[in-house]
């Protein structure tokens, strides 16, 4: 009788330290996957903020580089798409279509010093440099939450527990192509 009650007892608490540690290791991907979706909330935040800015700048600009219609033309469209994206990897693409068409209309800018001291451009530029920064900075956040969630679900056995549980591995925000070449001012 002795024998079996310890039999039970050891094995209670074998399961019930594998349950304890399974529960615990569940609740930590679960943590991470809020983290990575509190990260991306953040960046979809700051797209929203240049999205809203955007129409503002295009037409301060409009007054001044009426001939300049293309870019204006490209900026405004890709701004159409970002408003359109439904999954976030609709949003990471079409944003970095944006921000690609943005870099060409700063160059646009260049070219007209006058719009360059106008005080409602600089407040638009200063805003809208002030949402990239952010944006940048929101970027950066999400990222460094999508490697935690990743890094953590490949590891054994969270992989094991992950792929139980269909945990899934989370996007990174990555760059456009274009943002690797600086765009050229000519005057």
């Known amino acids: 009788m002795k024998k079996s009650l310890i039999v039970i007892i050891v094995i209670v608490l074998i399961l019930l330290i594998c349950g304890s540690f399974i529960i615990s290791r569940y609740n930590n991907m679960r943590t991470m996957r809020v983290d990575v979706d509190n990260g991306w909330a953040e960046v979809d935040n700051q797209l929203t903020r240049r999205y809203d800015l955007i129409p503002n700048f295009v037409e301060t600009v409009k007054g001044y580089a009426k001939h300049e219609r293309e870019v204006l033309t490209e900026v ?80 054994f056995p969270n992989n094991i527990l992950a792929g139980m549980f269909n945990i899934q591995q989370a996007e990174f925000f990555q760059a456009p192509e274009a943002a690797a070449t600086a765009p050229k001012i000519e005057f």
């Not at 976030?88 to 260049?110: F, H, Y």
């Not at 407040?123 to 939450?145: I, P």
């Open 76 to 155: 405004t469209e890709m701004r159409s798409r970002v408003g359109s994206a439904q999954n976030v990897q609709d949003k990471m693409d079409s944003n970095n279509e944006l921000t690609s068409a943005l870099g060409r209309l700063m160059v646009v800018v260049e070219r007209y010093p006058e719009l360059k001291a106008n005080q409602n451009f600089m407040a638009l530029q200063d805003e809208l440099a002030g949402t990239e920064n952010r944006l940048s900075v929101a970027r950066k956040r999400y990222n460094d939450a999508v490697t935690a969630l990743n890094r953590y679900l490949v590891v």
